[in-house]
């Protein structure tokens, strides 16, 4: 009865992925007990997240990827509204319009963009699979390109980053020629001087600081200084659980969320990291493996995306904690406190899983 | 389920490598199809060795940090505690043109706490109390700094702290963690109430400021700063004034104490503003208004420089830096009086006779009169048609014959009336609009007034209403709709001054950089030009510099002047009391009165300062507005110190 019940309940799991992102929570929790000053309240919270966020990836897993496939463009048409929304009828916190009021809570829309982005690009390119013209690809990227602008005005420009990291692999991975990608790169490249003297002074300091944060350390570059400090102090093996000065004597800013890699690294040192880097290069090596073998371009589109873009959290994350990339608000994927962020990363993983699980049906 | 089609299609795709024989069209697809599998696969193989190569890098920086450069961040990291304090510069001063500092800084030592370092903050205040004096108003500004959650800032408990107090604090610090003493500056206007609405002040940083900053991108050089401008120069000026501020970064011990200074980036002080304002002058003017209420307004025609800017009554700015008392604060703000309020630039009034002169060249250049023809002034203006109505001149029986240069010197209101009939309303106000009538005059305060100078289309759009004539007429001697702000009043007459010549009116001559002493200026050239007719700008001239002699409506004020002056009397009804005043028996009758206007220039042949008075409710032009100017010129010109008559020996020159 039990097996079977648990046979049911494993079906379309893929068991690899499940252990690597288990061990990744587990570090995620024990990390916070740390980085929340030793509160039980914060674990229990983590918790009840992680609860929701496995059982909307066993959903995500059950069900079969052509489903997907035909809910991705009424999605992405639903986000592109909401987000029109939210930049006519948002409301602003701390400066930033991004949250829409709808009757009794709020959203906010660009977090399903993540998702309905890659989604329907992966659709658009599937259904015109046999001949890709470059025009399909200035389509695809007008698809990218819109919700991008609209999110990065609101401005939240770490989910901007996603959202055209995330569409930008599908696009690539879907065949665009390197010539095309060759020459945008050369064009972006050749905007900067002309952009430059445009910039008011103020919006240059800006980006001058993103790029040295020493310029400027009581505002932005405050919080890499002292996470880059956090890290070096940690030496090879670290400082220990639960000892991290840094994270302990305030210093580190926003600890528990985005920079809750600078405790991790400090209490585990190098030989930490090295566990956690390989954990994460495990699931998105399992992601790889999925989309190679994926049956239909759909899925290997979107398995593609899904796995580059968790690739481009931790990459964005750990790069900004360790200095080498300016602050841009980007969690560190299953470790960092908060359940949305969980929520959208295990919904993501139960889609791979699904594509993984699912295409064996078809063969038999 | 899937649709038949793609079935095929896909188990078409996965028999791809198998050879099988198709139609030649079909055949051309698959190999596509094999193509496109094969380029996908290749660019995988891409991305995955990116992704390894990426995190390969990562972990190359974390070995730079945790292995080569570890002994560095231990060092900063374990035996000491690393604190950046931000060192705020010093805010520019303000000179004014002969040199003299209107306002600038001292320092003052302050008690300040350190909340992550000290320990339970309401008993360390208590024992604190026992060593100096703690108001319970320190208390609550302290708890009030504490709540908006300044991070690593070190709190003022006590502020300008006397010597006695730093010295007993400094034998009792042992018992304080976390308690320092620090020098800090504080900014002081030298003048007190003089000039005070032109400097403004200013006051600890809101809500609004915060979030200001925070659009602006200027946040960050904010820290530790406590203090914004507010209003006036300071306001208008902050982002030159405040400079940048500097860090430390402090390496301190167990209890906190500062042990050595790792890196500092010393702060630069704010830029010095240098302004026109002549302090003397302006500190003569007030003297002068002493305890009536009105505003003056003195610019150097050359230049549109501000000489004095008055508005009566004022306040003292000091008052806010050290964060006003909310019952100051109160009597300031329910005054009756509004000293809050700056008149010479929010103050709109009627500017009621001083506009005939503008009148005048109105009709001049628009061919509307003949300098030498004369008009019969029986007492009253009868405009035809719509039944007819009568506008009665302020003189009972009128003046008699009147030319164009009499009706400016005597203040003929019939004459202007016909001619304000004979422009009609557009003419007035395209014309007269070229000398700043009906628009904001530029001025470097914030805050500034449009008045109004009326035309058909805008009262369309105010009241849905078509233009009458009767409109017209009120307009032609200053009333009516016609409303102006003493600036606007001192720039009109500046332009007469200045044959034409149009700046704009401004305080700050240059910003100086502190580090290099450099100036920057600020615009001398002319923004635009009137063209005016010499002749009849002659005309118009003479007939002022009459009015200030012998005959002329402010004789009495222009008497024994060893200059030529010219000048203009005006007196604007105060139509009725404002809704939301309250109604005060005692003041009822006085706040009934005319305003007394008037306007002026000296010396007449090249003038050096034009200006702009108005007394409210001072009741005639001629008696209460001109002394002022005479006075104000006076000082000006000749350096004479202006005596105080008792009021009652006021010259009453009757009329308008």
Redesign the interface.
């Known amino acids: 009865m039990i097996s079977r019940l648990l046979a049911f309940l494993g079906r379309h799991i893929d068991r690899h992925l499940l252990a690597a992102v288990g061990a990744l929570l587990l570090v995620g929790l024990i990390t916070l007990y740390s980085a929340s000053g030793e509160n039980v309240g914060r674990i229990g919270a983590q918790l009840a997240n992680i609860v929701v966020a496995l059982t909307v990836m066993w959903i995500a897993a059950n069900i079969p990827p052509?489903y997907l496939q035909r809910l991705a463009l009424p999605v992405y048409v639903v986000g592109l509204l909401l987000l029109i929304a939210v930049w006519r009828y948002g409301e602003t916190v701390n400066?930033a319009r991004r949250w829409l009021h709808i009757g009794v809570t709020r959203i906010q829309p660009s977090e399903l963009m993540k998702v309905a982005v890659p989604l329907a690009l992966a659709w658009y390119f599937d259904r015109y699979?046999?001949?890709?013209k470059l025009r399909d690809f200035a389509v695809a990227g007008l698809m990218l390109l819109v919700p991008v602008v609209l999110v990065a005005k609101q401005p939240d420009l770490g989910t901007a980053l996603i959202i055209t990291a995330a569409g930008f692999?599908v696009i690539?991975?879907a065949?665009l020629s390197w010539k095309v990608l060759v020459g945008m790169t050369v064009a972006i490249g050749a905007c900067v001087p002309l952009v430059w003297p445009l910039l008011h002074d103020?919006?240059r300091?800006?980006i001058l600081t993103l790029l040295d944060p020493n310029q400027?350390?009581?505002?932005?570059g405050?919080h890499t200084?002292q996470a880059?400090?956090?890290?070096?102090?940690?030496?090879?093996f670290g400082k220990g659980w639960l000892n991290g000065?840094?994270a302990h004597?305030?210093?580190l800013p926003e600890r528990s969320t985005d920079f809750i890699f600078a405790v991790f690294?400090?209490e585990f040192?190098?030989f930490g990291?090295?566990v956690l880097?390989t954990l994460?290069?495990f699931v998105?090596?399992r992601g790889?493996f999925i989309?190679?073998n994926a049956?239909?371009?759909f899925t290997?589109l979107l398995a593609?995306a899904i796995t580059?873009t968790l690739?481009t959290y931790v990459?964005v994350n750990?790069?900004m904690v360790?200095?080498?990339l300016p602050v841009v608000g980007v969690p560190l994927p299953l470790i960092s406190y908060g359940g949305t962020s969980l929520v959208s990363i295990l919904f993501a993983m139960g889609i791979l899983m699904s594509i993984h699980t699912h295409k064996r049906l078809?063969k038999s | 389920m899937l649709s038949r089609p793609r079935i095929f299609r896909r188990l078409a795709a996965r028999e791809e490598r198998a050879p099988i024989v198709l139609g030649g069209a079909r055949r051309a697809e698959l190999r596509d199809h094999q193509k496109e599998l094969h380029g996908f696969q290749t660019r995988l193989v891409v991305c995955a060795g990116s992704v390894v190569a990426v995190f390969f890098l990562l972990l190359v920086r974390f070995f730079y940090l945790q292995v080569l450069q570890h002994e560095y961040y231990h060092t900063l990291a374990e035996n000491n505690r690393i604190t950046i304090n931000p060192m705020i510069p010093n805010r520019g001063l303000m000179i004014d043109r002969n040199g003299a500092v209107i306002a600038h800084n001292y320092a003052a030592y302050t008690l300040e706490i350190t909340p992550s370092k000290a320990g339970d903050l309401e008993p360390l205040i208590n024992e604190l109390a026992t060593v100096v004096e703690v108001a319970p108003k320190d208390r609550k500004r302290f708890r009030k700094l504490l709540e908006e959650g300044h991070d690593f800032a070190s709190l003022p408990i006590r502020t300008r702290l006397n010597d006695v107090e730093v010295a007993r604090f400094a034998v009792n610090k042992y018992r304080f963690p976390g308690v320092d003493i620090r020098a800090r500056l504080f900014r002081h206007y030298p003048n007190g109430e003089v000039a005070s609405h032109v400097l403004g002040y200013i006051g600890r940083r809101t809500q609004a400021d915060d979030e200001k900053l925070e659009a602006e991108g200027m946040d960050a050089n904010y820290k530790g700063t406590e203090f914004i401008g507010k209003v006036g120069l300071e306001g208008r000026y902050e982002a030159n004034l405040h400079g940048t501020t500097g860090f430390e970064e402090v390496e301190t011990d167990a209890n906190g104490r500062a042990v050595r200074t790792l890196r500092s980036t010393l702060p630069v002080s704010g830029n010095n503003l240098l302004l026109s304002l002549d302090a003397r002058l302006q500190e003569v003017a007030e003297r002068v208004f002493g305890e009536r209420r009105g505003a003056l307004v003195a610019i150097e025609p050359a230049t549109g420089g501000v000489l004095a800017l008055v508005s009566k009554p004022g306040y003292d700015p000091n008052q806010f830096v050290d964060g006003i008392d909310p019952q100051s604060w109160d009597m300031l703000n329910s005054s009756p009086d509004h000293p809050l309020n700056n008149r010479a630039l929010q103050g709109v009034y009627p500017p009621g006779s001083t506009f005939k002169p503008f009148m005048a060249l109105a009709a001049l250049e628009l061919g509307k009169r003949n300098p030498h023809h004369a008009i019969y002034d029986p007492g009253y203006f009868f405009l035809s048609g719509g039944g007819g109505h009568r506008y009665r001149d302020w003189k009972t029986g009128g003046h008699g014959m009147v030319d164009m240069h009499r009706s400016i010197v005597i203040s003929c209101d019939t004459y202007y009336y016909g001619v304000a009939q004979d422009l009609g309303i557009d003419s007035i106000h395209e014309f007269i609009g070229q000398f700043g009538f009906g628009k904001r005059s530029g001025i470097d305060i914030d805050g500034e007034a449009g008045g109004l100078l009326p035309s058909q289309e805008w009262k369309m759009r105010r009241f849905q209403q078509k233009w009458f004539m009767g409109d017209t007429i009120s307009v032609g001697i200053g009333q009516g709709y016609n409303l102006a702000t003493p600036v606007q009043l001192a720039q009109a007459v500046s332009i007469l001054a200045n044959n034409g010549a149009v700046f704009r009116p401004h305080l700050v001559r240059h910003i100086q950089d502190s580090q290099t002493g450099k100036l920057t200026s600020i615009e001398v050239e002319p923004v635009g030009t009137i063209h005016l007719r010499p002749e009849n700008l002659r005309l118009v001239r003479d007939a002022m510099i009459d009015v200030t002699r012998p005959g002329g409506t402010a004789a009495a004020a222009g008497a024994g002047a060893p200059y030529h002056f010219a000048g203009k009397t005006g007196t604007a009804q105060v139509v009725a009391m404002k809704q939301n005043e309250k109604y005060d028996e005692r003041r009822v009758q006085e706040r009934h009165r005319d305003h007394a206007l008037f306007i002026a220039y000296a010396p007449a042949e090249a003038p050096t300062i034009a200006l702009a008075v108005l007394v409210e409710n001072g009741g005639h032009g001629a008696s209460a507005a001109a002394p002022v100017a005479r006075a104000v010129l006076d000082f000006f010109l000749l350096g004479k110190e202006p005596q105080l008559k008792s009021k009652g020996a006021e010259d009453a020159s009757e009329n308008d």
Do not use: C, K, W
Not at chain 1, 216 to 220: E, H, K, T
Not at chain 1, 228 to 236: E, H, V, Y
């Open positions: 052509h400066g699979e046999a001949v890709l692999y690539f991975l065949g103020y919006q300091q800006r400027d350390p009581l505002g932005a405050y200084i880059t400090i956090a890290l070096g102090s940690g030496g090879f000065t840094q004597l305030d210093f690294s400090e040192g190098l990291n090295l880097v994460f290069l998105i090596g790889l989309t190679f049956s239909t371009l290997r593609g580059l690739f990459f750990m790069g360790s200095g080498v078809v």
